[in-house]
């Protein structure tokens, strides 16, 4: 009796570990000639359970600090990857620094940077070609999601055109991006259309990437009929989305709104909870996900 309890509970034991092991990364090579010597762009590929697949997938892309350290997930990327893993979808997050020999261009002025938004645009270009390509991933059910730097390149993403035309590469299901930079946008009015439908989110104490000009930019679009959006926290600052964050200045970052002054981060749980309930929503409507929103969350 002892013995068949004992093997009752290794049984239980050993479920629930596998129910809790984590995802392990797929690494993979994605075809980029216009990439350096190795025209390869890394990337890192991640698929929900079988069970639970809605053919949905999403292309994640790191701010200006990678996609972490020792390229494993920071606490932001890896949250999010597992959200979207939870609700079916599948996650590829290419490695724009790394596969150019980068760790991080954080602390690197602008003016300095050597990996443009044209060349994480294209990185994004050959990302959408290679995941089209993929058993299972219905290529009308494509998010393009981005954090800060990564937030800029859905902006250039959905504005970048070919001939005045934007590259089917480039139009996506939705398109996220959590406080990108919004200046060049904001500057330049002939930016009429998107190619993709946009939410944008962000603290409206960001002191790294104003919100202003975000504001500005979406109500142009909006103006013109394009499907955008965005929500501004009351005194949330840059990152507020990471779930490991803690409030600090960063004195190692030139590119802030004040130069010299640094920027500041700091998680907002609030505002991170509702953002990603937005976000449940929009997926849910799409009929993207494989979970059910919380009652009450807002697209």
Same mark, same amino acid.
């Given at each position: 009796m002892k013995i068949r309890k004992h093997i009752r509970r290794s049984v239980v034991a050993t479920?629930?570990?596998?129910?809790?092991?984590? !995802?392990? +990364?797929?690494? #993979?090579?994605?075809?980029?000639?216009?990439? &350096?010597?190795?025209?390869? *762009?890394? =990337?890192?590929?991640?698929?929900?359970?079988a069970k639970i697949a809605t053919g949905a997938a999403a292309i994640l892309l790191h701010g200006c600090g990678g996609v972490g350290a020792r390229r494993e997930l920071n606490a932001r990327h890896a949250a999010a990857k597992d959200w979207l893993l939870e609700r079916g979808i599948a996650v590829v997050f290419p490695e724009s620094f790394t596969s150019r020999s980068f760790e991080e261009v954080c602390t690197v002025k602008m003016s300095?940077?050597?990996?443009?938004?044209?060349?994480?645009?294209?990185?994004?270009?050959?990302?959408?070609?290679?995941?089209?390509?993929?058993?299972? !991933?219905? +290529?009308?059910? #494509?998010?393009?999601?981005?954090?800060?730097? &990564?937030?800029?390149?859905? *902006?250039? =993403?959905?504005?970048?055109?070919?001939?005045?035309?934007?590259?089917?590469?480039?139009?996506?299901?939705?398109?996220?991006?959590?406080?990108?930079?919004?200046?060049?946008?904001?500057?330049?009015?002939?930016?009429?259309?998107?190619?993709?439908?946009?939410?944008?989110?962000?603290?409206?104490?960001?002191?790294?990437?104003?919100?202003?000009?975000?504001?500005?930019?979406?109500?142009?679009?909006?103006?013109?009929?394009?499907?955008?959006?965005?929500?501004?926290?009351?005194?949330?600052?840059?990152?507020?989305?990471?779930?490991a964050g803690k409030l600090r200045v960063r004195a190692d970052v030139p590119n802030g709104v004040v130069a010299g002054k640094g920027v500041t981060v700091a998680p907002d749980p609030k505002a991170r909870e509702d953002a990603m309930a937005r976000i449940d929503a929009l997926l849910a409507k799409r009929g993207f996900s494989a979970k059910t929103p919380a009652a009450g969350a807002k697209p």
């Open positions: 479920i629930t570990l596998a129910l809790l092991a984590p !995802v392990h +990364a797929e690494i #993979v090579k994605i075809p980029a000639p216009h990439i &350096g010597e190795n025209k390869t *762009l890394r =990337a890192q590929w991640f698929t929900p359970d300095a940077r050597t990996i443009r938004q044209i060349d994480r645009v294209e990185d994004v270009m050959a990302t959408r070609k290679w995941l089209d390509a993929q058993p299972g !991933v219905d +290529a009308k059910k #494509v998010v393009l999601w981005g954090w800060s730097n &990564g937030g800029s390149t859905v *902006l250039n =993403a959905l504005t970048h055109r070919v001939e005045g035309e934007f590259p089917a590469e480039l139009k996506f299901a939705e398109a996220i991006a959590f406080y990108p930079g919004c200046s060049p946008q904001a500057r330049n009015t002939s930016l009429q259309k998107i190619s993709s439908p946009l939410t944008v989110l962000m603290g409206e104490a960001d002191d790294w990437t104003p919100a202003a000009p975000c504001a500005a930019f979406v109500a142009r679009l909006k103006n013109n009929e394009q499907p955008a959006t965005i929500t501004l926290y009351p005194g949330a600052y840059h990152d507020f989305d990471n779930p």
